[in-house]
Nanobody, 122 residues
Framework: QVQLAESGGGLVQAGGSLRLSCAAS????????MGWFRQAPGKEREFVAA???????DYTDSVKGRFTISRDNAKNTVYLQMNSLKPEDTAVYHC????????????????WGQGTQVTVSS
């Protein structure tokens, strides 16, 4: 049974930083691409970042230069370091897994975590 468990969310002031973690189990982690998505109230879930098994990364334009995705294959964990946070980054952040290649599409991910809330105050 595949499980993805996010942690690290919280309340932070604008300009601050948070690091999200997603621990994966029940899958061969090194063969999966891992993605971070977010969903704000009343909005659709949107792509944030992804990292494939070779650690090639993709980012949505609004987070480039502020967020960094990374993975530790020994710990079956993917991270999202978020710096210079803005109020518009407020959302529930979900990690997701799909085989091999990165994708920006939610419908191409097989497994999802429950999410962790990030709130950025102005």
């Amino acid at each position: 049974q595949v499980q993805l468990a996010e942690s690290g969310g919280g309340l932070v002031q604008a300009g601050g930083s948070l690091r999200l973690s997603c621990a994966a189990s029940g899958l061969t982690f090194t063969t999966y691409a891992m993605g971070w998505f977010r969903q704000a109230p009343g909005k659709e879930r949107e792509f944030v970042a992804a990292i494939n098994w070779r650690s090639a990364t993709d980012y949505t334009d609004s987070v480039k230069g502020r967020f960094t995705i990374s993975r530790d294959n020994a710990k079956n964990t993917v991270y999202l370091q978020m710096n210079s946070l803005k109020p518009e980054d407020t959302a529930v952040y979900h990690c997701a897994a799909r085989p091999v290649h990165n994708s920006i599409r939610t419908d191409q991910y097989n497994y999802w975590g429950q999410g962790t809330q990030v709130t950025v105050s102005s």
